[in-house]
């Protein structure tokens, strides 16, 4: 149930850290604690009332993408699939990203587009054979192809500073 929190209405709070939340001992169903952090930030606490029946939180052990193992890697749980398609995608928007390849107009729907078209890689990114007929999926019109492909235009004009490229490569 959503409840008020120093002034705001707070409706979710994640644990995203494997670590705290075996140390929260959190079960489904339980009553917990939750503060702001720095006043911002919604953050379980602690859990303030648990029954005995409530539902041990199970870590997953598969992809639900992909079906693949899952390994814990720090506090984060991975996919080990190097073929998952969510894996797959992450990577294309990463590179993309404004901090990589800073390309324009390229948001989650083109990698699910491109994608569906075989990109799986920065060389499929590069390719322009990958952006024909892009201009007539639904939501993607002419002038953002041509601001894509100007972005990658420039890119292999003007090369990638060297940090941009190896974090381009993906390499975990």
Known sequence: ???EVSGSVIGKASIHNIDKLQE???KLGDIILVEKAAEIIPQIIKVVNTHEDNTPIKIPEVCPCCGGRLERD???LCCIND?????VKAYLEYIASKDILDLKDFGPSVVDMLYKRGVRDILGLF????YSGLEFEEGYG???KANLLESIDNIKKNGLDLYRLIASLGIP
């Open 83 to 87: 073929e998952c398609p969510d894996r």
């Open 127 to 130: 390719d322009e054979k990958s």
């Open 74 to 76: 720090g506090v984060a």
């Open 142 to 144: 002419e002038t953002s």
């Open 1 to 3: 149930e959503p409840v």
């Open 24 to 26: 929260k001992n959190m």
